[in-house]
Nanobody
Framework: QVQLVESGGGSVQTGGSLSLSCIIS????????RGWYRQSPGKERELVST???????YYADSVKGRFTISHDDPSDTLYLQMNSLQADDTAVYYC???????????????????WGQGTQVTVSS
């Protein structure tokens, strides 16, 4: 049984930091690897960051330089370190795995097969 279990969301003031974790079980890591999406109220779910099996990372322009994705292979735990958080970062963040396709730069070109339950991140001024 495939499981993706996230933790680490919460509330923080503008400029603060949060770290998300996602423990993945029952799933081999495909070449496209693991990733994080987020969805704000009234907006479509957007790809935030990915990390491929070979280590290539991808970041959405809106989070470059502020967010860092990492993955611990032995425990298959995915992390997202979020610094300099802004109000626009407020969203439900989802861990995801196994997209149908991805580009050489790590961006997922197709939706993932597996999703976590989501964790709320709220940034307030």
């Amino acid at each position: 049984q495939v499981q993706l279990v996230e933790s680490g969301g919460g509330s923080v003031q503008t400029g603060g930091s949060l770290s998300l974790s996602c423990i993945i079980s029952g799933l081999w890591m495909s070449d496209c690897g693991r990733g994080w999406y987020r969805q704000s109220p009234g907006k479509e779910r957007e790809l935030v960051s990915t990390i491929a099996k070979r280590g290539t990372t991808y970041y959405a322009d809106s989070v470059k330089g502020r967010f860092t994705i990492s993955h611990d292979d032995p425990s298959d735990t995915l992390y997202l370190q979020m610094n300099s958080l802004q109000a626009d970062d407020t969203a439900v963040y989802y861990c995801a795995a196994d997209p149908h396709g991805c580009s050489n730069d790590g961006r997922w070109t197709d939706p993932p097969l597996y999703w976590g339950q989501g964790t709320q991140v709220t940034v307030s001024s």
